[in-house]
């Protein structure tokens, strides 16, 4: 999908942070930083003249940094993440808006885990 491809390509493969889909369990990853992405359609949207329908959802990455390091790191991911998805045209369907990053904390699942949500709204045409 053209969401996928945003982390197949070059600018984000430099950055070094391990992608993965929400569906594949993190305990398989060794890294000590990385996002998990999720793509949640949640709107049909009408288009206003009759044309082809919409549908708008949310995308959630799932950032996840060593604990006792602070925010710092996680907010960084955050900015790489605007570099490549605040309101961009991916591939040729998806038109994304403004982000933002929601800290959550130690992560429930992994205690020497920190984890942050960056969120942000597409439409899909």
């Known amino acids: 999908s053209d969401f996928d ?15 993965l889909p929400a569906n594949v369990a993190s ?11 999720e793509m949640l359609p949640v709107e049909p949207i ?4 009759g044309g082809d329908k919409q549908i708008g959802g949310l995308i959630i990455v ?3 940094t060593p604990v006792n390091t602070g925010p710092r790191r996680t907010y960084e991911i955050a900015d790489l993440l605007d570099s490549v998805l605040e309101k961009k045209l991916l ?10 990053c929601n800290v959550k904390g130690n992560d429930p699942d992994d205690p020497t885990l920190f984890r942050a949500d960056y969120t942000l709204r597409f439409s899909s045409y």
Do not use: H, R
């Open 5 to 19: 491809d945003v982390f197949n390509s070059a600018p984000w493969q430099a950055t070094g942070i391990t992608a």
């Open 27 to 37: 305990t398989a990853v060794k890294a000590d930083e990385y996002v998990v992405l």
């Open 46 to 49: 009408e288009s206003q003249y």
């Open 62 to 64: 799932q950032i996840y």
């Open 91 to 100: 591939g040729s369907s998806i038109q994304t808006g403004a982000s933002m």
